[in-house]
């Protein structure tokens, strides 16, 4: 019971997304059945509405996508470790779309 009212967490992430984010934004996720289901519940529940919709994207069916391998592998793509630490896992995973854009040509607004 010691962590921030969820409802101001919730509503500051909506205003963090706003700020950092052109047009409807696109909730992308290493893993979008796992993440997915706490960011769309808190954001519905605390908020009554979420600023990604009602979906989401998986990063490894983007990379599978531009690579044209349903079996392509995309995590040596990360600069940080991926520890399960929400930070660190966030970074890594934005690693790996920056990769996507730069060196791919991911057509994606990563404002």
Known sequence: MG???PEEVMLGFEEWIKENSKGRPIFI????GFD???ICWYFHHFIK?????YSSRRLSDLYCGLEKDTFAQWKHLRKTKHTHHP???ARGNA???LHMKKEMGLKIDLR
């Not at 996720?29 to 979008?32: E, F, L, P, T």
């Not at 509405?49 to 919709?53: A, D, E």
């Open 29 to 32: 996720s290493d893993n979008n």
């Open 87 to 89: 930070v660190d896992d």
């Open 3 to 5: 962590f921030d009212d």
């Open 49 to 53: 509405r979420n600023p990604f919709g």
């Open 36 to 38: 997915w289901m706490f």
């Open 95 to 97: 690693e790996v779309l």
